[in-house]
């Protein structure tokens, strides 16, 4: 045992001769963090549920911790957002600009192997820090990480945006022999989704809706389902391996919030004309997410040791809002067109208790900031080559004076990233995914009649 440290000692040494434990600069600090991305929610929609008591998870990180809004970009193209979040970079370093590649062949899924730079995951990993990914845009294949990774695999040609994990996928986990484990969670995910879309649709009947409503209805049923395969995969992983980072992804509050929000908020829009039967039907399906995502966070915060680092991140907000090519029955909500901050909530050791989000003037983090401010909480420096700083404005001054900030390095890219291979068979499977998809889908009785 002894002799693999030290072999991953001198390796690291050769990996990133730029950090840290082999020239006497300052180690990596212990730490936890459980770090939970919900793409798309909004301050707008989880502050009044959380002051009415419906969001009583996150309001009890909100009550011991710190939350402001986060500041983003435009495009807010969630694979390109995710990505910055998880680099500190913008998409022209980053290299992920879209949700495909186009090729010669038509377009593509964007692979990991796209990445250009590093990922916090790559940066801890690499310095003996141990992480669980789960869910995160575009990690399929599975990155080889110093823990364990449950990639997401996107396929557009199935009509559905965000990524999940399939039964029978190759390449979908690190370690590749928990494959397995994830395929049986995946069925029995699979088995119970009816009853898991209750707690969004209700009682609502299979057959409801115009075809239309039925493809987004559809839609929001397939990424609760993603979702709910991660939430669990995540809470199965994390209690076999404790690593002390865990990110986990959410897709459904964005979904949801594209596909019905003429049915939540009908009079945003004074062109919208939704009929009181819809609204009875589906107009809670958007704060229905934030309450099963709020009930999500409330169990995994509960598998996290008290001196956890808890961060509930959003990449952007919503509103109202029409896609150029899209009916209101298609898209109503959106972010493409406005720049609208996500959230942000923090608790845990170090962190200030303040509440900036009703103040204009505050100094709020952004997307930029997070790999920085990650790497601060594990005593690594900032690289200048990151677009984010380490956002101070998080933590009290005892701890910053406990912690101080460590000398920048010049960049932690001193060696190509490593990638994955992807065989002949790997690439017939993706090829092959949307008729697994649809398939799948047709057989839980999401696809009527199609
Ligand atoms: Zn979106």
Not at 157 to 171: R, T
Not at 323 to 349: K, N, T, Y
Request: charge should be negative; glycine fraction near 8%; include cysteine.
């Amino acid at each position: 045992m002894r002799r693999v440290r030290l072999l991953r000692f001198l390796s690291l040494c050769l990996l990133a001769s730029a950090t840290a434990s082999c020239d006497g600069a300052p180690e990596t600090r212990p730490a936890k963090v459980l770090f939970i991305g919900v793409d798309g929610a909004t301050w707008d929609i989880a502050g009044p549920l959380m002051a009415s008591g419906e969001m009583p998870n996150l309001k009890a990180l909100v009550d011991r911790g710190f939350a402001s809004n986060l500041a983003t970009f435009q495009p807010s193209l969630s694979p390109v957002i995710w990505t910055t979040i998880a680099t500190g970079k913008p998409k022209e370093v980053h290299g992920i600009t879209d949700f495909v590649n186009a090729t010669e062949h038509g377009p593509e899924p964007v692979l990991s192997n796209d990445r250009k730079v590093r990922a916090i995951w790559d940066l801890l990993g690499e310095r003996d820090v141990r992480v669980g990914i789960v869910g995160w845009w575009l990690t399929w294949p599975a990155e080889i990480v110093n823990g364990f990774m449950v990639s997401s695999l996107s396929v557009l040609e199935a009509g559905l945006w965000k990524g999940s994990a399939y039964v029978g996928m190759p390449k979908q986990t690190h370690p590749p022999g928990w494959s397995k484990d994830l395929d049986l969670l995946v069925q029995a995910e699979q088995a119970r989704a009816a009853e898991t879309g209750k707690a969004l649709f209700g009682a609502l009947p299979d057959d409801y809706g115009t075809p239309m409503q039925k493809r987004v209805i559809l839609d929001t049923r397939a990424a609760l389902l993603s979702d709910q395969i991660f939430f669990e995969s995540a809470k199965a992983f994390w209690k076999r391996d404790r690593v002390p980072f865990l990110a986990v992804y959410s897709g459904i509050v964005d979904v949801s919030s594209h596909r019905m929000w003429k049915y939540y908020r009908p009079k945003d829009k004074p062109q919208w004309r939704v009929p009181l039967e819809d609204v009875d039907a589906l107009g809670e399906v958007i704060p229905n997410a934030y309450r099963w995502v709020d009930r999500k966070i409330g169990e995994i915060v509960a598998e996290a040791d008290p001196d956890t680092l808890i961060l509930v991140a959003a990449d952007h907000g919503f509103h109202a809002e029409m896609r150029p090519g899209m009916s209101e029955d298609e898209r109503s909500g959106g972010h493409e067109f406005a720049l609208l901050p996500g959230l942000f909530v923090a608790a845990g050791p170090g962190v200030r208790h303040v509440d900036l989000r009703g103040d204009e003037n505050a100094e709020i983090p952004s997307v930029f900031d997070l790999t920085p401010t990650l790497l601060h909480v594990f005593g690594l420096p900032r690289a200048a080559d990151m677009q984010g700083r380490v956002y101070t404005g998080l933590f009290t001054p005892e701890h910053l004076a406990a912690n101080p900030l460590v000398a920048e390095i010049p960049t932690y890219e001193t060696s190509p990233r490593p990638t994955v291979a992807i065989s002949a068979e790997d690439r017939a499977a993706v090829s092959g995914a949307k008729d697994n998809v649809v398939e799948r889908l047709r057989s839980l009785g999401y696809l009527q009649g199609k």
